[in-house]
């Protein structure tokens, strides 16, 4: 990357050079006497420089938050809360993490325990499985087990479903294609906006294009970020399939909620909303959501399957989810 940039550079000033060498008669006369070719290699490589900056700040910005997460899990390992508290102020005093002189300490002498990030104030007897990546899924004390489904638990839960037990289960879809990006933002980016107040939002469950699982919350725990309606907010298990989302057609270009260009072979125009079209969520992603349901339907007696937009303001998961097939799995619990 650096070597790549250093060249550009090196590229612009040999312009540079040629553009002075045209020797204009007066500053009025300089634009006219520019080489167009020359001005818009020029504009064309200040992009490309500008582009790869945006890239390395973004780059160097998750592997801070990465270090810092490593950080915090370190103190979470530690065993004893106030050992978390004193070895967080020794980061934060060396100014490896960000935070106030004796911070956690503080937090500790006011019982603000919840905002010191170790694991026993979040998840109480939680014990992580290994990655098994044998061919079948499984559902064991409150995780999907098999097929390489990741683990990789985030702070945003309300805390223990009544009973420990759910009773809804609501699927959503993000707005990016990337799934282990995906459980990055929702791990070290999320618990970062202010008004989540240090918790974050995180679904249960990401399924990505290729089927691969990663789980963020047992299903034992709800999840902030669930649904903003009160009827289902504190009983569900919330499952994001990980899909561009809604697009947005501007001639032959697509492009997302953030306004990103989305280029895929499987965009198809929405049936309901003519408005709005959908890269459809793949064969691989599909099955591994049946059979997740099929899991927590015959574990907790699931009631309502329901979609992010029955229930919220929100357009996803769209009109390509097999809604009918996924409730008629619950007919096991009537028998």
């Not at 060249?7 to 009025?28: D, F, G, R, W």
């Not at 489904?149 to 420990?164: A, V």
Request: net charge positive.
């Amino acid at each position: 990357m650096e070597i790549e940039k250093l060249k550009i550079q090196k590229e612009i000033k040999e312009l540079e050079l040629k553009i002075l060498e045209s020797k204009p008669v007066s500053s009025s006369w300089a634009i006219n006497r520019i080489n167009p070719t020359i001005l818009v290699a020029v504009i064309g490589l200040f992009g490309t420089l500008l582009t790869i900056a945006i890239q390395i700040s973004a780059s160097n910005k998750l592997e801070n938050r990465k270090f810092e997460y490593g950080i915090y899990l370190q103190a979470q390992n530690l065993g004893e809360i106030e050992k978390a508290a004193k070895f967080l102020d020794f980061y934060v005093q060396a100014g490896i993490i960000p935070g106030r002189e004796n911070q956690y300490s503080n937090y500790l002498k006011e019982g603000e325990y919840d905002k010191i990030p170790f694991t026993s104030n979040v998840y109480k007897n939680i014990s992580l499985p290994m990655i098994e990546i044998y061919d079948s899924l499984i559902l064991k004390d409150n995780f999907v087990i098999g097929k390489g489904t990741k683990y990789q638990l985030t702070k945003s839960t309300w805390g223990e479903f009544e009973d420990q037990t759910p009773k809804n289960i609501i699927i959503a879809s993000t707005v990016t294609n990337d799934l282990n990006q995906t459980a990055d933002y929702y791990t070290f980016f999320a618990p970062m906006r202010p008004e989540t107040q240090g918790k974050g939002v995180s679904p249960h469950l990401l399924i990505g294009n290729t089927g691969r699982i990663i789980q963020l919350i047992p299903f034992n725990y709800s999840a902030i970020g669930a649904a903003n309606n009160e009827k289902y907010r504190n009983n569900s298990i919330l499952i994001q399939l990980v899909n561009w989302g809604p697009l947005s057609k501007n001639g032959s270009i697509f492009t997302n909620a953030y306004n990103q260009k989305v280029d895929s072979q499987n965009i198809t125009q929405d049936p309901i909303s003519k408005k709005l079209y959908w890269d459809k969520f793949s064969d691989e992603q599909i099955t591994a959501l049946k059979k997740v349901c099929q899991l927590l339907i015959l574990k907790y007696k699931i009631q309502e399957i329901k979609l992010r937009s029955e229930i919220d303001n929100k357009p996803n998961p769209g009109p390509f989810i097999p809604i009918n097939d996924l409730r008629n799995l619950l007919n096991v619990n009537e028998k």
